[in-house]
């Protein structure tokens, strides 16, 4: 005995095909969010910028504090402080991060720059104190 197709039938065929077309045309963007990296900026405890690391960001922005400056590099996936007003330099010489967990700090400027790979549901874990 054969079976007939209803408009059921084809009601629901016809939402499978819109949901995989709604698949194909936004899918692919969440797939570049999700390899992306963000570098959070932290001042005086305080989340004061984020980058999406990609290799056509390029910027450079001074972070001040009560307690100095220091001036960021972005550039090719990487950042990275460029100079700073720490009588040591030690967060100079920390060099350019650009991979999950990654972090640079400044004791003296009470700043800290974090590397996290970003997905749907990120927290932050981590907050300088």
Request: glycine letters at 6%; one cysteine or more.
């Amino acid at each position: 005995m054969k079976k007939k197709i209803n408009k059921y039938d084809i009601g629901l065929i016809a939402a499978i095909i819109i949901i995989n077309v709604f698949f194909i045309l936004f899918g692919g963007k969440s797939a570049v969010k999700k390899n992306s990296k963000i570098a959070y900026i932290y001042s005086n405890n305080e989340l004061v910028r984020e980058y999406v690391l990609t290799d056509d960001v390029k910027d450079e922005v001074k972070i001040e504090s009560d307690t100095g400056y220091n001036i960021l590099h972005i550039e090719n996936g990487q950042i990275w402080i460029h100079d700073a007003s720490c009588p040591d330099k030690i967060c100079i010489s920390q060099g350019k991060i650009s991979q999950d967990g990654e972090i640079i700090v400044c004791l003296p400027n009470k700043m800290l720059i974090k590397i996290v790979d970003y997905n749907e549901d990120n927290e932050i874990d981590f907050i300088a104190n």
